[in-house]
């Protein structure tokens, strides 16, 4: 377990709103990722971190972006949210020089 | 294009059998092969890990098989249990990670 606390667990939005998706660890870990999971595809990066203020994009990085202001939060925004990216959303981290990815327990978002 | 390719979807297995999910990859930049498991309404977490210099890693019940020169490797795990049923990823690293599809594995008592 790795502290890693993702709010809100669940939530629904209209299309075209913004949302944002909050990840908070405890653990001083330097790399933070987002990823989704979605039937067929498993799980797939969405944008990660590998410090504070740097962010770099992953395979499915369009319609999302993301800051990191501090180490411990990385916050994940859907600027316009549309039904494709109603998915559950992950948030991980890894230790400098460590190959274990800790997960979160997802953030379930519902675009109607 | 999904770098690395699990097999099967699902599957399901008598308790005490053995479970066998398959995963392939091109990349043969990939230097780390872990898999993760995943149980409803939680997160993934790390089960056992090989990297492509092993051919075999056992943890307990569960085992990797590793063919370098296939590019293949395999999660077997012996006298599976109900509690074993879950979601079981392979995945593989090149800098980032990248997710088999994953497998759903339920062990009927």
């Known amino acids: 377990d790795a502290g890693i606390t993702q709010s809100p667990r669940h939530k629904v939005t209209e299309t075209g709103t913004p949302v944002t998706l909050r990840c908070h660890q405890t653990e001083n870990h330097r790399y933070m990722y987002w990823y989704r999971q979605d039937p067929g595809h498993g799980l797939r990066l969405i944008h990660y971190?590998?410090?504070?203020?740097?962010?770099d994009k992953g395979e499915v990085s369009d319609g999302y972006s993301v800051s990191r202001s501090k180490t411990e939060d990385f916050l994940l925004t859907l600027e316009s949210a549309t039904s494709s990216q109603t998915s559950v959303y992950f948030c991980?981290?890894?230790?400098?020089?460590?190959?274990?990815?800790?997960f979160g327990e997802g953030s379930w978002l519902t675009v109607v | 294009q999904q770098q690395v390719k699990q097999s099967p979807q699902s599957l399901i297995v008598q308790k005490g059998g053995i479970s066998i999910i398959n995963c392939a990859y091109e990349?043969?930049?990939?230097?780390?092969f872990p898999w993760y498991q995943q149980f409803p309404g939680k997160g993934p977490a790390l089960l056992i890990a090989i990297r492509p210099d092993v051919s075999e890693k056992k943890e307990g019940r569960f085992t990797i098989s590793f063919n370098k020169s296939a590019k293949q490797f395999s999660l077997h795990i012996m006298d599976s249990q109900p509690g074993d049923s879950a979601t079981y990823f392979c995945?593989?690293?090149?800098?980032?990670?990248?997710f088999g599809t994953g497998t759903s594995l339920t062990v009927i008592p």
């Open positions: 991980a981290t890894r230790r400098d020089s460590g190959n274990t990815i800790y």
């Open positions: 971190s590998y410090g504070v203020k740097d962010t």
């Open positions: 990349n043969t930049a990939f230097d780390y």
């Open positions: 995945a593989a690293r090149e800098n980032q990670v990248y």
